[in-house]
Every structure is written in structure tokens, then in C-alpha cells.
């Protein structure tokens, strides 16, 4: 008796007090595209925020986020949910999306609120995907 109590002590003290199982944060934002266009950045459209190289991969946040749930170096999963609009279109881009994990380099103008700007190789493929409703699973939270 006395040996299971101690193990229910050890076992009480190992876990942190008021501690609950949690998974991954999800959000649930609006996504827009972008390129390295000096029209679409600024004056080193091929250098992000952080000093990296623009790649696929590489997603731009409004600053609210930033300063919040995705800092710099944040790792995301990106889930296409459908048109920002009307939903039209759910999962088209998640065969493009789904091996890659995307990071947190840029920053997004200041006017944006509560959205992501995923960085594309061409204008065409940019326009395509238009404005998108999207689910991110946090992997990692800042560098």
C-alpha cells in the first residue's frame, strides 16, 4: 500500500500543476499569394523580413499574428479549406500543400489583419489561387 501511494506521489508531482493535455494550435485564417515582384514587396523582393532567400515554403504574416500566435521562424501545416468567399474549391491545393512545412519569414503589410501571404514561384500560379480560406496547425512556435 505504502509503495502505490508513493508511486501516485511521484506521479501527482510529475505533472505540472494545473497542467492539461493540449495538441497543436489550429487556426483558421484568410491566405493571399505572393511573389517576387518589386510591386508586390519592397526593394529586395527576393529577401524576406528575416534575411532568407524567397522559396516555396516560405509564408509572409500580418503583424497582429506575428506579434502573437506565429513569430519569426514559426513552422506551419497549410490545409486549403476553399474560396475566402464561398468555400468553392475546398482541398484544390492540397496535393501542393502537403509535404511541405511552411515557415514564418516575412511580415505582411500593416494594414492586414488575421491573414497569411504564402509566397509562389509565378504570378500565374499567385492569381490562381486568388484569396483562400485555410487551416494552419502550428508544428513550432517561433525559432
Known sequence: MRYIRGIILLLLLALPFGAEAAGPAVLVLKATAYTSSPRET???PRI???GARTRFGVIAVSRDLLSSDLPYGSKVKIEDLGNWYNGSGKGKYNAMLKNVVFVVEDT???RKHQQIDI???GKSLAL???VRR???VVLKRGR
Open 48 to 50: 524576406t523580413a528575416t
Open 42 to 44: 519592397d526593394t529586395t
Open 119 to 121: 509566397w509562389m514561384p
Open 128 to 130: 490562381r489561387w486568388g
Open 108 to 110: 505582411m503589410n500593416k
Open 134 to 136: 485555410v487551416r494552419l
